[in-house]
Structures are given as C-alpha cells and as structure tokens.
C-alpha cells in the first residue's frame, strides 16, 4: 500500500529516511552476527566449557540471523518523557546497535517498547506519535501515524487490518507487530505469575502463549536459560504449525513437545470409560497407596558380621526406622536412607564396642550384602511400570490401594480384561503414561522447569494435569484454552479446577475477540454453545466477513474443493476421520496430502480428519457430513465447534445427511 494512502499529509521523504533506517539497522545486524560469528570458543579453559561456549556462541549466531522477509521493526515510538531514553525509538523483533552502541531496533519485549502495545490518547504513556510500518515481503512500503498526545479518538489501524486480513499460507506467523493491549497485559506478566487464558476460537491464545514464552526468555534470560521453558501442544501436526514463531522471534531454544512426548508415548486402545477412571485425579491417593504398600513388614532382625563380631539390629528396631521413614520421603530416596539408618545402628554397635569406625565405614555397611538384602526384602527396588502392572492386574492389590476412593464398579473397569504376562510385556495406554509418571514422582522427584505453556489445556485429563504441574512446580505456567472446545472423555468445566490439579495459584482471565474466524461463520458455529458450553458467552469477532458461509446438502466435495483452489490461500478439506481415505480416493486428480497425526506435511490443499483440527486454521475451510463427525465421539458436538471455527474466509458446509439440529435451527 503506498504511503500517502495512509498518511496523506506526511511526505514521501518521510517514507524514503524510514527506509534508509531500516537499510542501516539491517546493515548493523549483518555486523553483530559477523562479529559473533568471529568469536572462538578456544578461549575457554577446558574442553567442557569450550563445548558451552561454543554451543552459546551457535546460538547467539542463530538467534542474529537476519530473515530478509521478516520486518526488523514495524514501529516507531516519538517520545517525550522526560527519562535518559532516546526520544525516538524503532520497535522492533530484536534489538540492534551501530557500532558506537547507539540502538537503531529495541526489542519488542523491552519495557521502553511497551508504550507500542499499550499506548493510548487517555494515557500516552509519555508517546507523542506512535507510527506503524506496513512492509510487502522485506520492504518497507507503507506507514500510519497515531498522534497520542492531542487526546481525541485514534481511527481503526489499516495495517492491524491488513495484518489480520491476509491469507494464511504455510506456519503460524508472530504477531509481534500487532498484539492488541488485552493480548499485551498477559504476554508480559510477570514471571512468578501463573496465568490462565479462557478464549474463544481465533482469539490468539496460542499467539499469545509464544509470545509470552518469548517475552519470559528476553526478561529473565539466565534464570530461564538455566531452568528450561517448555511449549505443549495438543499434537505433532499443531507443533509443526506453530513451529517457527519462536525462531522467529529470535528464540530457538524453547522445547516444543506433546503429552505423549513428555510422558511417554504410549496408545494402547482402551475404553473411554477406563480412560475417564484413570484421568481422574482420586487415581493419585490409589497410585501412592499401591506403592507403599510393597513395603513388607520387617519380620528378621539384622546381622553384620566384622571380623569376628556380629554386630545386631534387632526385628522390633528395624520395624520402628521403616515406620519412621515411610511416607516422609520418595519412595527411592527413602530406600537409601533405610540402608543408612540401619548401617549407623550397627556403627553405634560399634562404637559401644570400643571401636572408632569413620563415616566409610556406615558406607561400606550400607552397601554391604547384609544390609542390602534386608533393604530389597523390606523395601523393594520398585519401577513405575511394576506398580501399576499389579494394580491393574490383581483385583485383591487393587481394592487394597482403591480403598473407598474408587467404587467397585470403578474398580472392575480398571482391571485389564486380559491381563498381560508380566510389566515388561504390558501395553500402556496414554491414560496409563499419566499414571506411570505421577509412580515416577512418588518413586523420585521429577525435576521442575522453570516455565511451562500449556495450549488446549481443556482437553486434559486431572492425572495429566497433575504431571505437567509437576514439571513447573518451582516455576509457573500459561495454561491456553478454551472450555467449548473440549473433546476428550475428561474435558475440564472449569479453568479453577484446572488449576487447582496443576497445583498453581494462578488468575484467569479471558480473551474475547475472535482475529480468525469471520462474523458469519462464527456466529453459526455458537449455535452449538448452548449444549456444548452454557455458560460462555457468544464468542465475538473483528472480522465482518459477509458471504463467507455456505452450506450445501448433496454438494459434491470435488466441486467445493475446486472453487476454494480458484481463490488465494490454504485450503482445509476437514472429514469425519473414518472418511479420510474415501474422501482423498475421492480428489482423483487434484493433488493434495492428508494430515496425519505425525505429519509436518505442507500442502495448499489439506484432507484433515477431524480429530486433528484442532488449534489449526485454513483460508477455506469445507468440512464434510457434520453428523457423523458429532456421531463418531460422545463429544462430537464440540468437534464440530472446534472445525467450524478454522476457516480464515470461507467456510463451506457439505452435507447428505440432516444437520444436527443446533445448526439446522
Ligand atoms: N493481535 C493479533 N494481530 C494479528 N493477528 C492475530 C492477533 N491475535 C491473533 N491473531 C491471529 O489470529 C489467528 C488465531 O490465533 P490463535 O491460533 O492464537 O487463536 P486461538 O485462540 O489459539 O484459537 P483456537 O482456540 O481456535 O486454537 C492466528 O492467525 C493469529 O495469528
């Protein structure tokens, strides 16, 4: 868009001197990463450390590289605040200096930039104008002014507009350049904060949970660098969409990870009903009973032999250090400490003796024959996967540690119907990794990260809640999602529940304007609200987005897909799952790939089953027989919601069967 569109009185030359800016900020870059890049690691003492280093400078080298079609800066902040600041600032995704140490981009997530985001004429925050950049590819084009210091009403931004407006092709894209002040206030709160995030579908919550997770790197770079930040994400196929925004933002080293990848990766199939049993938060009072419980009653004494000396630890004794030490540690640490206590009984032995062992010796007597035996006998060396082998195998085991926590019936469906031969040859079901990982904390402390996002986190189950809360015990958490958008058997009701099995005192806010999802389509799909979620509001959308719906019955799918190719942007085929190969058998001749559960495939035109659509967005969506996707899971309503809210532009509707009844009113 030329200039003078969005800012008439302004002269090009205005435009041309931005330009030049952008070209010696682009330039000064260059020379920041060549001058990175010249430093060597040899400098460091050891090889360890040289290996640190160097993988410290790799990464500073990476997070300067210069993409040539990502704006350095998109604003620029005039200034008159009276502070040692310069008085105008370029915000921009990193920082850059000249050679005198003069900044020509301060970073976004600096506390200077924060007028950019939050500014406004009833509190100017010390901002005369703040200008926006409007770039095609790499080069500047186009900028608006905002005069904040006049008061008077500030118009609707063109480039926010333009901005939201585009086409979505390939990755998720950062919305540096555009975060609203709503967005703002949750990307930079504090680190010890943990917040919660109820939002409707496209109203940016995965947005905002990357950005935050940036934003915590930039404030708090060593402490984070030091304890780890973390993203999970429904599915591999959401992760390679989101994939690039952090890079982007000049941060590659954030993990990026599933459920099954942080806790294993196990699928057996099993009964939604068992799963719904397993996920339920009562299972950890049942898990730490069923561990203890191998614990054996000390029926022998302990005899240490030395030279020609027994030394004894009498039955009743050894009864009263395992009483005294049961529950009061991790099961593990508490082995070792079992082997100490008895070790310095036979050193007090000792010493009454006259001798004058030293502390290698209770060593010694720990990790002697004698003392080992009695521990493994008492205190058995346990894995999780034991653990849960004999509760889910014997019925007796399980009643023992079920007490009256779970009901019978509760029980019974807990119990493999064929149980299998022995705990190495058992086949877990995701809903068992949640279980094995809340034994691998009772049996040791898992260690906490220092930040975790958590994206669709409705879709968690009480015992899966409870191991991510594990992972940042000592640190805090974004939790993102959204209650009508819960599909799985254990969905959560409530975002204080969510937080309460995660373990953080943490304060939910809520995001209310849709960016993605046009008016129209958005408003058919809230049709589904009242029986999915009552007690949300109707979700609102920026987008007016007229025309944008159609829905056809006996509509040929080839024909839809054709029309949505004729027009700019990605396309998303979404199909009941079990329709998937039909469907893509049925494009003959139109080249497209299917979304799989692992795929980071990237196609114009995607077939995407259902139950994958989840946190992703298309320019035309057409999803196909709405029934059988409600009918093919007990919460197929909420699927439904979930892939009628993708579509960017257009959304088409293919219907055979009857509409279910939500929709056809
Ligand atoms: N401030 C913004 N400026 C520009 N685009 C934005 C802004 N906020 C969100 N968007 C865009 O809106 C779309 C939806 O964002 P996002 O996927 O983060 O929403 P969500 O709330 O996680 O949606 P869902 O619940 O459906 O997963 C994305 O294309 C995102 O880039």
New binding site residues.
């Given amino acids: 868009m030329p200039a003078h569109q969005l800012a008439p009185d302004i002269p090009t030359d205005v435009l041309a001197a931005e330009q030049a800016h952008l070209a010696e900020a682009r330039a000064a870059l260059k020379a920041m990463r060549a001058h990175a890049q010249s430093l060597s690691a040899d400098a460091a003492g050891d090889w360890v450390s040289q290996q640190i280093l160097q993988s410290l400078l790799d990464q500073r080298v990476a997070a300067l590289a210069d993409h040539p079609d990502t704006p350095l800066f998109f604003g620029r902040l005039d200034r008159e605040a009276g502070d040692d600041l310069p008085g105008v600032i370029h915000v921009g995704r990193r920082h850059v200096h000249d050679g005198n140490s003069r900044p020509l981009v301060v970073d976004w997530r600096a506390p200077v930039s924060r007028a950019f985001y939050q500014a406004s004429p009833a509190d100017p925050m010390g901002v005369v104008r703040r200008r926006r950049f409007g770039y095609h590819g790499g080069a500047l084009t186009a900028f608006e002014d905002e005069p904040l210091a006049e008061g008077g009403q500030i118009g609707p931004s063109r480039i ?1 507009t333009e ?2 407006e585009r086409p ?1 092709t390939g990755p ?2 950062d ?1 540096v350049a ?3 002040p709503d ?1 703002d206030e949750i990307v930079r709160s504090t680190l010890g904060q943990t917040v919660c995030v109820q ?1 409707a ?8 949970g990357l950005h935050r997770a940036a934003y915590l790197l930039f404030t708090h770079r060593e402490r984070l660098a030091r304890s780890g930040v973390m993203i999970v994400g429904p599915n591999r196929a959401f992760l390679s969409y989101i994939s690039s925004v952090l890079p982007a933002l000049g941060e590659v080293k954030v993990d990026q990870t599933t459920v099954a990848g942080l806790l294993g990766e196990h699928a057996a199939a099993e009964d939604p009903a068992v799963s719904t049993v397993k996920g339920d938060a009562r299972m950890a009072k049942v898990l730490a009973r069923a561990l203890w419980l191998h614990i054996v009653k000390p029926e022998e004494g302990l005899v240490y032999s030395r030279g020609a000396h027994r030394f004894r630890v009498a039955d009743h004794e050894v009864r009263e250090i395992v009483a005294s030490l049961r529950g009061t540690t991790r099961y593990a640490p508490g082995r070792a400490a079992l082997a100490q206590r008895l070790a310095h009984q036979v050193l007090v032995r000792m010493e009454q003796r006259g001798d004058s062992p030293d502390d290698r010796v209770q060593d010694a007597v720990a990790r002697s024959k004698p003392v080992k035996q009695l521990v493994d006998a008492v205190w058995p060396k346990l894995v999780p996967e034991q653990v849960l082998f004999r509760l889910l195998s014997d019925a007796d085991f399980l009643a023992l540690a079920a007490r009256t926590d779970l009901t019978p019936d509760e029980q019974r469906l807990l119990l493999w119907p064929k149980p299998y031969r022995g705990w190495k040859s058992a086949k877990w079901s995701a809903a068992d990794a949640a279980l094995l990982d809340e034994l691998a904390d009772l049996i040791e402390r898992t260690p906490s990260l220092g930040h975790l996002v958590v994206d669709e986190a409705q879709d968690l189950s009480e015992m899966q809640l409870r191991a991510l809360g594990r992972r940042c015990r000592n640190g805090s958490a974004t939790v ?1 999602g ?1 209650l009508a ?1 819960g599909t799985t058997p254990w969905s959560a009701r409530s975002w204080r529940t969510v937080l309460e099995h995660l373990g953080q005192d943490g304060e939910v806010t809520e ?1 209310t304007l849709g ?2 999802v046009p008016r129209e389509v958005l408003d058919y799909a809230a049709r589904l609200l009242p029986s999915i979620a009552p007690d949300l509001a109707a979700p609102r959308s920026l987008r007016p987005g007229a025309g944008s719906l159609s829905v056809r019955q006996g509509g040929e799918v080839a024909a839809a897909v054709r029309e949505a190719l004729a027009r700019e942007g990605s396309i998303g085929l979404i199909v009941p799952d079990a329709m998937t190969g039909e469907v893509s058998r049925s494009l003959d001749g139109i080249a497209h790939a299917v979304l799989g559960p692992d795929s980071t495939e990237e196609h114009r035109l995607l077939v995407v089953p259902a139950s994958l659509a ?2 992703l ?1 298309y320019d035309h969506v057409i999803v196909v027989e709405p029934a059988d996707i409600v009918e093919a899971e007990p919460r197929g309503l909420a699927r439904l919601y979930v892939v009628l ?1 993708r579509a960017v532009t257009t959304l088409t509707v293919l219907h055979a069967k009857p509409l279910p009844p939500q929709l056809a009113s």
């Fill in positions: 926010l901005e939201i979505r998720m894209r919305i555009t975060i609203q967005q939002g579908p496209g109203t940016g919550k995965t947005a905002v993102l959204d958008q995001l960016f993605r989840k946190g967005e809210t």
